[in-house]
């Protein structure tokens, strides 16, 4: 509290502190939003850049201000749009669910072993999330085409006769996606996980309760804090995914990151591309302030400490 | 308010706390506080939690505004200073000792801020680590250290720059019963060689008793009685203060008799009257309290004479500590009264000690009780 | 969490999730030794990838920018994000500090396309009107890797700070030391090994950033992820391989030496207090 206010005197001083990172993300990451916002109401152009100008100053001092709306409409009433919206909702909400229940048990039995093998544990667990995302996609191309390993294997142990396809559909887009997200899920769960104090669950057990009831009843919701944070972190950037939808998923595969990019770098529609990116960041206003409010709400617990 | 023993009442305070009042929004920590402080007193606030006696602290130290009010430290008004820029030093309760330095250097550090020459600085932390006997610990970093070295090198840290005025903080909540009671000699002793004004703030009132001059006892942001140890046990001013310090039984009724030399109160309870052998201010009939301590009251095993200040009761539950036991005696109107009596007691007398259930008589003596009007 | 034995339920998970997260990196390193070009049919030993590695131009060059990218934005980030965690830790409330919370938490979560595609228009719109920046490249690109990797080091950097004792910088004050002098004197150092780390992942988050750096980068200046994208999307690569192994390898290395010396810090900070607890029920 009291260097708090003795900034408050040195009323410049702290100002200028606040100010730098204030300034950097308000012109960097805040203003940006706006502008796509701007854009989305523009047309495609042969130009550099290829869009139009929202205004014109025409001779007499007439300032034209054109909005094309053309491109909101498209989105909302050609079908392909929403399918796709609600594919990238629905993989992002699976991917999160498998993230959950894969990860849940290991972020536990991390954080249950002792001090000195858990270090260990943890620094395996972690190292794959320290590697590039983009080469443990890659690993999976190996492993789940026709000739892949996975394939070979099968055959060679005559499991199959013919090879599976594994590759290029929905099965491999969540595989790939639960792989590369499960980092993100166990790290925030075993932080909470590992705060929780053992002696609630003998506690438990001399009250009565066997091992899977106290599970159920005392660890499941004192870990929910844990659950919320890593599905934030994986649902929300899951939906806006381009690189494993792009590098393993079918041709039918519907991601919106992906529709994005296409309308960017393929089609050069620098306005359709705005207009999916404003729509995406409409979804995701709600679970992103969600988020927030939430990390507020967890910070200001501690900070009261 | 009664002053220090020691010091002659015309004296001007070292330290004067005018009406200090803070508020944090609807809640007021501190209201009104007004005390003077002597130098080189030993002055402990003593309180529960929450009655403000931190923010109190925080406030002389300058971590805190107060929402109204003055501080005069030796003729300076420091109300609106800057901690770093007051002649006060405070000891903390977790001794925030700075982890990444060493002993001397955490000691250094203050006197570092004063710019003093090299030289003068490794006179004096040399000095300060002698004083607390921890000289050969100069290089150690705190994480090397145990909690009651860690608290000695709080200790000279707060005193390097000689503040007019010491701060301190639940100075041995952190340590253990037979530690502390080692320590609080041994801090006293350093206090007094030193010969710095202290506040200390403390919830021990053992603590207080043991190492202050004098005490001022807080209860919801106000002041309730300041005195020597003495003073505040013989001679609470309320009933608040009577509990809080020691043990006590209270007694209530109306005065019934009310003569210059002696005071009657019918105390329901007692089953009869309370006798007091002086007079106090106040109407016949106003609603008093009497305080009697239970290392007053006497046990006899042996009815006693019928009459004021003595009751009939059964023993309803015997603490033992030892040198002495604590009987709980169920008195007539349900009233239980507790009685602190040495083991001597019933050796001397050539008697067995009462049991659970055996039926005791309880007396006292007409000075012992204290009246309370509030 | 207590230690107790783990039921074979969580050990068999336990294990499971180790294979599931391994078995993909290690046939990568194994078939980076394949002496077919055809990755996943076992043509024999060889380590010709990685000798057809070193000699690749694109991707050496790529390697370097990424690199000194990686390095630039990791230090800005932790500057910036530094101060950012400061003021979200201490200040707790200002006019408009919810916004700059918020906007300190959505980079992290916030999908790539968005950010990237955001902050490019920007760009162009601020050449529009200004002149600045005159290309995209190294510049718009570390703009983007920092203000990505400054929501990261804020959050390691302001739990940190919530960790440490407040009383120290009360203690500080006290002793006469003025606010400036205490954040460089006490609390930098306490939050330094905080700062590392954020270092160290900003550092991995720029190198392996690819889709906010797709937007942001132009002709010239290509970066590592950027090159693997483009082999990748057309198959599989060989030297690809090769280039994993050498980045899993390195990072291993440095994860297990940065636990190490944690470990270490750690098990003597014990020992210290340990002995002196026996010093003093001694004496």
Same mark, same amino acid.
């Given at each position: 509290?009291?260097?708090?206010?003795?900034?408050?005197?040195?009323?410049?001083?702290?100002?200028?502190?606040?100010?730098?990172?204030y300034?950097?993300?308000?012109?960097?990451?805040?203003?940006?939003?706006?502008?796509?916002?701007?854009?989305?109401?523009?047309?495609?152009?042969?130009?550099?850049?290829?869009?139009?100008?929202l205004?014109n100053?025409?001779?007499?001092?007439?300032?034209?201000?054109?909005?094309?709306?053309?491109?909101?409409?498209f989105?909302?009433?050609?079908?392909?749009?929403?399918?796709?919206?609600?594919?990238s909702?629905?993989?992002?909400?699976?991917?999160?669910?498998?993230?959950?229940?894969?990860?849940?048990?290991?972020?536990?039995?991390i954080?249950?072993?002792?001090?000195?093998?858990?270090?260990?544990?943890?620094?395996?667990?972690?190292?794959?999330?320290?590697?590039?995302?983009?080469?443990?996609?890659?690993?999976?191309?190996g492993l789940?085409?026709?000739?892949?390993?996975?394939?070979?294997?099968?055959?060679?142990?005559?499991?199959?006769?013919?090879?599976?396809q594994?590759?290029?559909?929905?099965?491999?887009?969540?595989l790939?996606?639960?792989?590369?997200?499960?980092?993100?899920?166990?790290?925030?769960?075993?932080?909470?996980?590992?705060?929780?104090?053992?002696?609630?669950?003998?506690?438990?057990?001399?009250?009565?309760?066997?091992?899977?009831?106290?599970?159920?009843?005392?660890?499941?919701?004192?870990?929910?804090?844990?659950?919320?944070?890593?599905?934030?972190?994986?649902?929300?950037?899951?939906?806006?995914?381009?690189?494993?939808?792009?590098?393993?998923?079918?041709?039918?595969?519907?991601?919106?990151?992906?529709?994005?990019?296409?309308?960017?770098?393929?089609?050069n529609?620098?306005?359709?591309?705005?207009?999916?990116?404003?729509?995406?960041?409409?979804?995701?206003?709600?679970?992103?302030?969600?988020?927030?409010?939430?990390?507020?709400?967890?910070?200001?617990?501690?900070?009261?400490? | 308010?009664?002053?220090?023993?020691?010091?002659?009442?015309?004296?001007?305070?070292?330290?004067?706390?005018?009406?200090?009042?803070?508020?944090?929004?609807?809640?007021?920590?501190?209201?009104?506080?007004?005390?003077?402080?002597?130098?080189?007193?030993?002055?402990?606030?003593?309180?529960?939690?929450?009655?403000?006696?931190?923010?109190?602290?925080?406030?002389?130290?300058?971590?805190?505004?107060?929402?109204?009010?003055?501080?005069?430290?030796?003729?300076?008004?420091?109300?609106?200073?800057?901690?770093?820029?007051?002649?006060?030093?405070?000891?903390?309760?977790?001794?925030?000792?700075?982890?990444?330095?060493s002993?001397?250097?955490?000691?250094?550090?203050g006197?570092?801020?004063?710019?003093?020459?090299?030289?003068?600085?490794?006179?004096?932390?040399?000095e300060?680590l002698d004083?607390?006997?921890?000289?050969?610990?100069a290089?150690?970093?705190?994480?090397?250290?145990?909690?009651?070295?860690?608290?000695?090198?709080?200790?000279?840290?707060?005193?390097?720059?000689?503040?007019?005025?010491?701060?301190?903080?639940?100075?041995?909540?952190?340590?253990?019963?037979?530690?502390?009671?080692?320590?609080?000699?041994?801090?006293?002793?350093?206090?007094?060689?030193?010969?710095?004004?202290?506040?200390?703030?403390?919830?021990?009132?053992?603590?207080?008793?043991?190492?202050?001059?004098?005490?001022?006892?807080?209860?919801?942001g106000q002041?309730?009685?300041?005195?020597?140890?003495?003073?505040?046990?013989d001679?609470?001013?309320?009933?608040f203060?009577?509990?809080?310090?020691?043990?006590?039984?209270?007694?209530?009724?109306?005065?019934?008799?009310?003569?210059?030399?002696?005071?009657?109160?019918?105390a329901?309870?007692?089953?009869?009257?309370?006798?007091?052998?002086?007079?106090?201010?106040?109407?016949k009939?106003?609603?008093?309290?009497?305080?009697?301590?239970?290392?007053?009251?006497?046990?006899?095993?042996?009815?006693?004479?019928?009459?004021?200040n003595?009751?009939?009761g059964s023993v309803a539950?015997?603490?033992?500590?030892?040198?002495?036991?604590?009987?709980?005696?169920k008195?007539?109107?349900?009233?239980?009264?507790?009685?602190?009596?040495?083991?001597?007691?019933?050796?001397?007398?050539?008697?067995?000690?009462?049991?659970?259930?055996d039926?005791v008589?309880?007396?006292?003596?007409?000075?012992?009780?204290?009246?309370l009007?509030? | 969490?207590?230690?107790?034995?783990?039921?074979?339920?969580?050990?068999?998970?336990?294990?499971?999730?180790?294979?599931?997260l391994?078995?993909?990196?290690?046939?990568?390193?194994?078939?980076?030794?394949?002496d077919?070009?055809?990755?996943?049919?076992?043509?024999?030993?060889?380590?010709?990838?990685?000798?057809s590695?070193?000699?690749?131009?694109?991707?050496?060059?790529?390697?370097e920018?990424?690199?000194?990218?990686?390095?630039?934005?990791?230090?800005?980030?932790?500057?910036?994000?530094?101060?950012?965690?400061?003021?979200?830790?201490?200040?707790?409330?200002?006019?408009?500090?919810?916004?700059?919370?918020?906007?300190?938490?959505?980079p992290?979560?916030?999908?790539?396309? @968005? !950010?990237? +595609?955001?902050?490019?228009? /920007?760009? *162009?719109?601020?050449?529009? #009107?200004?002149?600045?920046?005159?290309?995209?490249?190294?510049?718009t690109?570390?703009?983007?890797?920092?203000?990505?990797?400054?929501?990261?080091?804020s959050?390691?950097?302001?739990?940190?700070?919530?960790?440490?004792?407040?009383?120290?910088?009360?203690?500080?004050m006290?002793?006469?030391?003025?606010?400036?002098?205490?954040?460089?004197?006490?609390?930098?150092?306490?939050?330094?090994q905080?700062?590392?780390?954020?270092?160290?992942?900003s550092?991995?988050?720029?190198?392996?950033?690819?889709?906010?750096?797709?937007?942001l980068?132009?002709?010239?200046?290509?970066?590592?992820?950027?090159?693997?994208?483009?082999?990748?999307?057309?198959?599989?690569?060989?030297?690809?391989?090769?280039?994993?192994? @050498? !980045?899993? +390898?390195?990072v291993?290395? /440095?994860? *297990?030496?940065?636990n190490? #010396?944690?470990?270490?810090?750690?098990?003597?900070?014990?020992?210290?207090?340990?002995?002196?607890?026996?010093?003093?029920?001694?004496?």
């Amino acid at each position: 509290m009291n260097i708090q206010r003795l900034f408050k005197r040195l009323k410049p001083g702290r100002g200028a502190v606040i100010s730098i990172p204030y300034f950097w993300l308000l012109l960097f990451f805040l203003v940006p939003f706006f502008i796509v916002l701007k854009i989305s109401f523009a047309e495609q152009d042969l130009a550099i850049p290829p869009f139009t100008s929202l205004m014109n100053l025409e001779e007499g001092g007439l300032l034209h201000l054109t909005l094309n709306l053309g491109n909101f409409d498209f989105i909302l009433s050609d079908d392909f749009y929403a399918k796709t919206y609600l594919s990238s909702l629905q993989t992002a909400l699976f991917t999160t669910l498998m993230c959950l229940l894969l990860g849940y048990p290991i972020a536990y039995a991390i954080a249950r072993t002792d001090p000195a093998r858990r270090n260990v544990l943890l620094m395996l667990v972690m190292l794959p999330f320290w590697t590039s995302f983009l080469l443990r996609v890659y690993a999976w191309m190996g492993l789940l085409n026709e000739n892949g390993l996975i394939n070979s294997f099968l055959l060679g142990i005559g499991l199959i006769d013919e090879p599976l396809q594994l590759f290029h559909n929905d099965f491999s887009l969540y595989l790939v996606m639960v792989y590369a997200y499960l980092p993100f899920m166990i790290l925030p769960l075993f932080s909470h996980l590992v705060k929780m104090d053992g002696r609630l669950l003998e506690a438990a057990s001399d009250l009565g309760a066997g091992p899977i009831k106290a599970f159920f009843t005392i660890t499941l919701p004192l870990s929910k804090n844990g659950i919320i944070a890593g599905s934030m972190m994986v649902f929300i950037p899951a939906v806006g995914e381009f690189v494993i939808p792009e590098l393993v998923g079918g041709p039918d595969t519907l991601m919106i990151g992906k529709v994005l990019w296409n309308e960017f770098f393929d089609n050069n529609n620098w306005p359709m591309a705005a207009a999916v990116a404003t729509v995406m960041v409409l979804l995701l206003i709600v679970p992103i302030a969600f988020l927030h409010r939430f990390e507020t709400r967890q910070l200001e617990g501690k900070g009261n400490e | 308010m009664v002053d220090a023993a020691k010091q002659s009442a015309s004296e001007k305070p070292y330290l004067s706390i005018a009406n200090i009042v803070k508020k944090f929004g609807d809640t007021t920590a501190v209201d009104g506080v007004t005390l003077d402080i002597q130098r080189k007193e030993i002055f402990a606030l003593l309180g529960s939690s929450g009655c403000g006696k931190s923010t109190l602290l925080r406030m002389l130290a300058g971590m805190e505004r107060p929402s109204s009010g003055q501080i005069i430290l030796d003729g300076q008004d420091i109300t609106k200073l800057a901690p770093y820029d007051r002649p006060i030093n405070m000891m903390f309760q977790s001794y925030a000792l700075f982890p990444h330095m060493s002993v001397a250097d955490n000691i250094a550090f203050g006197l570092k801020q004063d710019k003093m020459p090299k030289g003068e600085i490794d006179a004096r932390v040399a000095e300060m680590l002698d004083l607390v006997q921890m000289r050969k610990y100069a290089n150690r970093k705190p994480y090397q250290l145990s909690g009651g070295q860690q608290q000695r090198v709080a200790l000279a840290r707060s005193l390097a720059k000689r503040p007019k005025l010491l701060l301190l903080d639940e100075p041995l909540g952190a340590l253990d019963k037979k530690l502390r009671q080692q320590t609080q000699l041994e801090l006293v002793n350093t206090l007094e060689s030193v010969g710095v004004t202290c506040i200390m703030v403390t919830h021990d009132q053992e603590e207080a008793m043991t190492m202050a001059t004098r005490i001022g006892i807080m209860s919801e942001g106000q002041l309730l009685q300041v005195g020597t140890p003495a003073e505040i046990y013989d001679y609470p001013n309320c009933r608040f203060t009577a509990e809080f310090i020691g043990d006590t039984n209270l007694f209530t009724g109306p005065v019934v008799v009310d003569e210059p030399d002696r005071v009657e109160i019918e105390a329901a309870e007692l089953g009869g009257r309370i006798w007091i052998d002086h007079g106090i201010t106040g109407p016949k009939g106003m609603q008093v309290w009497a305080s009697i301590r239970p290392e007053d009251v006497r046990v006899d095993r042996d009815p006693v004479a019928a009459g004021p200040n003595a009751a009939k009761g059964s023993v309803a539950e015997i603490a033992y500590f030892g040198s002495y036991s604590v009987y709980h005696v169920k008195l007539g109107s349900g009233k239980v009264l507790k009685a602190m009596v040495p083991v001597n007691r019933w050796h001397e007398a050539n008697l067995e000690p009462p049991t659970w259930g055996d039926q005791v008589y309880v007396s006292w003596r007409a000075d012992m009780p204290v009246v309370l009007t509030r | 969490m207590n230690n107790q034995k783990l039921s074979p339920f969580l050990k068999g998970m336990l294990l499971l999730g180790l294979l599931f997260l391994y078995i993909p990196i290690v046939s990568l390193i194994v078939y980076s030794f394949n002496d077919s070009k055809l990755v996943t049919v076992w043509g024999g030993f060889s380590t010709k990838w990685y000798a057809s590695l070193f000699q690749n131009e694109q991707i050496i060059s790529a390697v370097e920018l990424s690199v000194q990218i990686a390095l630039a934005s990791a230090t800005a980030a932790v500057t910036l994000g530094t101060i950012a965690g400061f003021v979200l830790a201490r200040f707790k409330r200002f006019p408009g500090s919810s916004l700059f919370a918020g906007m300190m938490t959505a980079p992290m979560v916030m999908p790539e396309v @968005i !950010t990237g +595609l955001s902050m490019l228009l /920007l760009f *162009i719109s601020m050449q529009q #009107l200004i002149g600045v920046p005159a290309e995209r490249g190294f510049f718009t690109i570390w703009v983007g890797h920092t203000t990505l990797c400054m929501a990261y080091v804020s959050v390691v950097v302001r739990s940190r700070l919530l960790e440490i004792d407040q009383s120290l910088e009360d203690a500080a004050m006290d002793l006469g030391a003025r606010p400036l002098k205490i954040f460089f004197v006490i609390t930098l150092p306490l939050v330094a090994q905080a700062i590392a780390s954020g270092f160290l992942l900003s550092v991995t988050l720029s190198l392996d950033d690819l889709v906010m750096t797709a937007f942001l980068s132009g002709p010239g200046s290509t970066t590592l992820p950027q090159v693997i994208f483009s082999k990748v999307r057309l198959g599989l690569n060989p030297e690809i391989n090769a280039l994993a192994s @050498i !980045t899993v +390898l390195v990072v291993g290395v /440095l994860v *297990i030496v940065a636990n190490y #010396l944690m470990l270490n810090s750690q098990r003597k900070r014990e020992r210290a207090l340990a002995a002196a607890m026996r010093e003093s029920s001694a004496s």
